[in-house]
């Protein structure tokens, strides 16, 4: 798909769409919390309030219930990354198999069982807690959209039982989209989300289990005596014996993990709810999580209330790791994104989109979360989930837990826990690199696929960039 000016049909499809997360727009969204104000004392501290920190809350008191959770939120509970994706929740803790596979192959095995059973689990609590987050486990449909595309699909269906080829008339039987060519489906490794519903009941179920939450309350900066952590806020502290850093995108308390990781922006599209002709029209009857196969990607997935989601494609990096509200909309892309739906499913031209928005993606060069701990064991900081945290934050929760507990388990020995990705260099090298790999997985998208020298480059240097 390769559009550079948008149609009328794209046009009038945007017209009137409201400028902010669909999934914010809601009359569920919880009061906000108060800000602290004063100093508190705590056993555990967890700064960040999207999944990775309410997991990490929720997680710590369900393994001792007399443990006081302190958690702080600079804005509000999901208001970035966790209240603005796509809501695919993955069994995948590497970024695909062939990523996995590419940086710690020893021990592909056990991180992919470890992330199924962190999806089962993940499934379970949402029962437990009766969260009201739409979840269906539905699988995802990887489609090829290209003819070199095709043989990728196939490769991947010989290397997994678990999933299932689709010839183009087996494919477009299942959704009907005339630019289909194949599909690969797996029917359980993916569920989907209204993501910020389970992030509101995760902080429901840390609020009954007593877990202390403020909102409006930037940490700003982070000292240790010989005895505990101190957490510095604009009207208060909280001196703790242990602290959980889930901070996403933003600069990290901890600098020297701060060039692990940048942030990419990227954006979406909800269309209005379709009438059961439009659904009828495309079929969709398994209601797949969907995407295709190139390195510049679209998902898109239905919601409760038979509305499309449609993003990806462009992903952008400012210059400087600058990350501001300004840059969460972008018409130039939403221009684009609108054009490729209608070229996905050109029956449904026509139908108009009600909201569109965009967010940060805390991106790192291994595509997957990474771990680090400091101040002796009393600090552990997680990010770099590049876009599939709403499953993985669940697991980077449960290891945060361990390496604070200071004992050895089967999550803190993994090598991926262990190391570190290689770091991004600084200015003006970080732009210029992303708009080199930028430009060259467009060319790759048009030459077959075929990966050009400073891909290759990137491959043999062990940085992402698969995707």
């Known amino acids: 798909m390769t559009t550079t000016h948008h149609s009328a049909a794209a046009r009038a499809a945007l017209a009137g769409a409201n400028p902010r997360p669909f999934w914010l727009d809601s009359a569920d969204r919880p009061a906000a ?18 999944y990775a920190g309410l997991w990490t809350a929720l997680i ?10 302190v958690l702080l939120e600079g804005n509000r509970i999901a208001w970035a990354a966790s209240g603005r994706n796509g809501g695919f929740c993955a069994a995948s803790l590497t970024h695909g198999s062939a990523n996995g596979r590419q940086h710690f192959p020893d021990e592909l095995d056990t991180l992919e069982r470890l992330g199924v059973e ?9 029962d437990r807690y009766g969260i009201d987050c739409d979840f269906e486990r539905t699988g995802s449909l990887d489609v090829a959209t290209a003819a070199h595309e095709v043989d990728w699909l196939r490769e991947d269906a010989d290397a997994d039982a678990g999933i299932r080829f689709l010839d183009q008339e087996e494919v477009r039987a299942q959704v009907n989209s005339p630019t289909y060519l194949a599909g690969l489906w797996d029917t359980r490794g993916t569920a989907l989300v209204h993501p910020a519903k389970l992030a509101w009941g995760l902080l429901a179920a840390c609020l009954d289990l007593g877990v202390d939450v403020f909102e409006h309350t930037p940490v700003r900066s982070l000292d240790a005596d010989s005895g505990r952590v101190t957490l510095h806020t604009d009207d208060g502290s909280v001196r703790a014996a242990h602290v959980a850093l889930a901070t996403n995108v933003f600069p990290s308390l901890l600098r020297r993990t701060r060039p692990h990781t940048v942030p990419v922006y990227d954006y979406a599209l909800m269309t209005q709810p379709l009438t059961p002709e439009q659904r009828d029209a495309i079929g969709w009857q398994n209601r797949q999580g969907l995407g295709d196969v190139s390195n510049l990607f679209h998902y898109y997935r239905q919601t409760a209330d038979h ?9 952008v990096y400012h210059y400087g790791r600058r990350v501001k509200p300004e840059y969460d909309q972008r018409p130039e892309t939403f221009g684009k994104l609108a054009d490729h739906f209608f070229e996905t499913f050109p029956q449904l031209e026509g139908l108009k989109f009600s909201h569109t928005w965009g967010g940060a993606i805390d991106t790192c060069s291994r595509f997957f979360a990474f771990f680090a701990t400091a101040h002796h064991g009393r600090v552990a900081f997680t990010a ?3 876009g599939l945290g709403v499953g993985a934050t669940r697991f980077g929760a449960k290891v945060l837990l361990d390496l604070l507990s200071g004992e050895t388990t089967e999550l803190t020995q993994l090598q991926m826990v262990r190391k570190m990705p290689k770091p991004f260099p600084p200015e003006p090298l970080a732009w210029c690199g ?3 790999t930028t430009d060259a997985l467009i060319r790759a998208d048009g030459n077959e696929g075929r990966r050009g020298l400073w891909l290759k480059a990137l491959d043999r240097a062990g940085m992402g960039f698969d995707s």
């Open 307 to 315: 509305r499309i989601l449609f993003g990806g494609y462009d992903a």
């Open 384 to 386: 770099g989930y590049t």
């Open 33 to 50: 919390r108060p800000a602290l104000n004063g100093a508190v004392t705590c056993d555990l501290a967890v700064v960040g309030g999207g």
């Open 60 to 69: 710590a008191k369900e393994r001792d219930p007399a443990r006081k959770v």
């Open 118 to 126: 962190n999806l089962d689990e993940l499934e379970a609590t949402i």
């Open 434 to 436: 992303i708009k080199l």
